[in-house]
């Protein structure tokens, strides 16, 4: 039946024909508790009214003009973002690839701008994700999505991840800037460490420009509105994509006036970016995640899951199950798992659960962020069972 499709993602061996809440249904009619989420993208579970309501009310008005012309959606969530975030321009793109290579080529122009030499430096981290375009690749610091693909953009250095002396001794005058994730998602959930995040803050007093990549950790997954202001960081750049359209593809790129002064008309564009259906979906995202006790309440729920992983990682490794440590922060968790992934994941599947991995040993839950108590517990449960010698 899709012998059509390419064969990049491997054998997909399962079809969803129906979501609601934090459940989808296969062509068979069996039902998983989603815990991949199109990969952080439905945030809000499946069929969330409010964002179907903001699709369907764009819908009947008009499904696309042109950037030619002010869309209404458009303007108003760039709007809500800057003033949710402490930004104050925003770009959008149509995914987190495009943010990315957006974000660099800003950055790019504000270093030539500025004045500053030629010679030009974006320092970034290894097991990093951030695309798979050429730039967003380059500055990717995995050489499995990199290899074959060359000759890749110049001006990217790969420093070993959570090495603040590295990171100390790199920073120079040929540094534009640093692209990081908070919490390095793809790459095995990493969280940067206290060091790093103090070296971070030292680079950007010596005027290297903070990206933050907040496609993965950004609106709300980790708890926060966003993790790199959560640990202290006040980035000049922001990229988001994933949740933001609510399950259309939306990217953004955030900016602070000093980097928005850098570009001038025509240095950047696209056609279908920032689509009115796309950021009505997002302007409703955001409406969600704002609403009052919202992140509190995530915070909250996220507390008892990982509660629960944690006591079930106990009693697994007491029977002799390699697992564990927990990882992450909020509903960007999991745990280091021993065994097979790919057929932890299908025990996973036979009990009714979709799970996803991160890294070479890193079982990933990416839950909905308003998953329910009980949908938590049932998680809990479905794990328990899959986890067997
Ligand atoms: C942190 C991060 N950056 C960038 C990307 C690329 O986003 P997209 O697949 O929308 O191009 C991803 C996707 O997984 C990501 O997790």
């Avoid at 815990?35 to 952080?40: N, Y």
């Avoid at 953009?153 to 790199?170: I, M, T, W, Y």
């Avoid at 990206?211 to 202290?232: F, N, P």
Wanted: charged content about 20%; hydrophobic content about 45%.
């Amino acid at each position: 039946m899709s012998d059509y499709l390419l064969h990049n993602y491997g054998p997909r061996d399962l079809t969803i024909v129906r979501g609601q809440g934090s459940w989808v249904w296969d062509a068979q009619g069996n039902r998983y508790l989603d815990c991949v989420t199109g990969v952080a993208v439905n945030a809000f579970g499946h069929q969330h009214a409010p964002i179907v309501a903001a699709v369907k009310a764009q819908l009947e008005c008009y499904l696309h003009a042109s950037n030619l012309y002010l869309m209404e959606p458009q303007v108003r969530l760039a709007e809500a973002l800057c003033r949710a975030m402490g930004m104050d321009k925003a770009f959008f793109g149509n995914s987190g690839t495009e943010a990315n290579e957006g974000a660099i080529k800003f950055a790019r122009r504000h270093w030539l701008e500025k004045g500053k030499p030629s010679k030009i430096e974006i320092l970034t981290f290894t097991s990093s994700f951030h695309g798979r375009t050429y730039a967003s690749m380059a500055a990717t610091g995995q050489e499995k999505i990199r290899a074959g693909f060359g000759p890749l953009p110049e001006g990217f250095r790969v420093l070993p991840v959570n090495d603040a002396s590295a990171l100390r001794a790199a920073v120079g005058p040929d540094t534009a800037a640093i692209l990081f994730e908070p919490i390095l998602a793809e790459g095995g959930i990493i969280t940067l460490s206290q060091e790093v995040i103090d070296a971070l803050k030292e680079a950007q007093a010596k005027g290297a420009l903070l990206i933050a990549d907040e496609i993965q950790t950004g609106l709300g997954r980790t708890g926060e509105i966003l993790a790199s202001r959560a640990m202290g960081l006040d980035p000049d750049i922001i990229t988001l994509a994933k949740p933001l359209g609510g399950g259309l593809p939306l990217g953004a790129i955030l900016l602070r006036e000093a980097v928005a002064a850098s570009i001038h008309v025509g240095d950047h564009g696209s056609t279908f970016g920032g689509n009115p259906v796309a950021c009505a979906a997002g302007l409703a995202v955001v409406g969600e995640l704002l609403r009052p006790g919202f992140l509190a309440d995530v915070r909250e729920r996220a507390a008892a899951l990982r509660t629960g992983l944690e006591s079930l990682i106990q009693r697994k490794s007491a029977q002799g199950i390699d697992c564990g440590p927990v990882v992450g922060k909020g509903f960007l968790t999991g745990f280091r798992f021993g065994g097979d992934l790919g057929a932890f994941q299908k025990a996973c599947r036979a009990n009714g659960l979709l799970v996803h991995r991160a890294g070479q040993d890193v079982i990933r839950l990416l839950p909905p962020l308003n998953i329910m108590n009980e949908e938590i517990a049932a998680l809990i449960d479905r794990l328990d069972r899959s986890m067997v010698l």
